[in-house]
């Protein structure tokens, strides 16, 4: 990663935005936790849930509004990128 860890936000590599809450659950060993995940949990109320992982519907990385992020297991995740752009449920993506 890129950068200065050092700030309270920060962008990787790959465009996720990081921000820094040492006392999340789900943060780094740096203090650092995915911002999407953040905004997702404020949004609903609720911690993310275990054993999913953010996936940005629009495909934007750093377009961590609320309403842009799908929880999805690791394979859903994958079979969503490798199928044509399909949910788990089979509907297709917003366009």
Request: charged share 35%; aromatic share 8%.
């Amino acid at each position: 990663m890129r950068g200065d860890w050092a700030e309270q936000e920060h962008r990787d590599d790959e465009g996720r935005v990081w921000v820094r809450q040492p006392d999340h659950p789900l943060a780094l060993s740096n203090g650092y936790v995915k911002r999407a995940i953040v905004s997702w949990e404020k949004a609903n109320g609720q911690p993310f849930p275990k054993g999913k992982l953010a996936h940005h519907d629009n495909e934007i990385k750093d377009d961590d509004r609320p309403e842009n992020i799908i929880p999805m297991t690791r394979s859903e995740h994958a079979r969503h990128h490798q199928l044509g752009k399909r949910y788990p449920n089979g509907y297709k993506r917003r366009d």
